[in-house]
């Protein structure tokens, strides 16, 4: 996303496939999806770091996999469901939750 690199997050995207965030859920087919990466400015990810990631797996071909992040101003704590397919791994779920500063 860094990159506007396209073609890479659509290869690493299982669909269809699911994105919560503040904004609420949507579900993607791959057009839809493409289309969303296409239309992102990948300058507002360029000062993102991920903190604290962890990898949690389910069973051999399953992980879930969390992380800390701060996107303009907002912390947000990223968890993303990860399949393996053809020894492939992609994303099938993505959820972005504001962290409550109290």
């Not at 890479?8 to 057009?31: D, N």
């Not at 992980?63 to 303009?72: D, E, G, P, R």
Request: aromatic share 8%; hydrophobic share 35%; charged share 25%.
């Amino acid at each position: 996303m860094k990159n506007n690199d396209v073609d890479a997050a659509v290869e690493l995207t299982k669909f269809p496939c699911v994105v919560v965030s503040p904004m609420g859920a949507q579900r993607f087919e791959e057009k839809e999806y493409r289309k969303l990466m296409e239309s992102a400015n990948g300058n507002n990810f360029k000062n993102i770091e991920i903190q604290n990631p962890e990898v949690n797996f389910l069973n051999e071909d399953t992980a879930l996999i969390s992380y800390k992040i701060n996107h303009n101003g907002m912390d947000m704590l990223d968890v993303s469901t990860w399949v393996r397919e053809n020894d492939k791994w992609v994303c099938g779920f993505h959820s972005e939750n504001p962290i409550s500063k109290s």
